[in-house]
């Protein structure tokens, strides 16, 4: 599993008005430029996202 998905740090709380998809895109804001997700295809990303 990756290590943003694995972490044992809190995830941030949502924020009023903020929908699941927003809090998940927050958390994972500048996380695309990481080595283990830059040559990723947009389906694994989905499989990682989905936690598969």
């Not at 927003?22 to 997700?37: A, D, H, N, W």
Request: hydrophobic share 30%; glycine share 12%.
């Amino acid at each position: 599993m990756h290590a943003a998905c694995s972490s044992n740090a809190a995830s941030p709380a949502r924020q009023e008005g903020e929908t699941s998809g927003q809090k998940l895109v927050r958390r994972l804001r500048g996380f695309g430029t990481e080595p283990t997700t830059a040559d990723m295809s947009g389906e694994e990303l989905m499989d990682l996202l989905r936690g598969e």
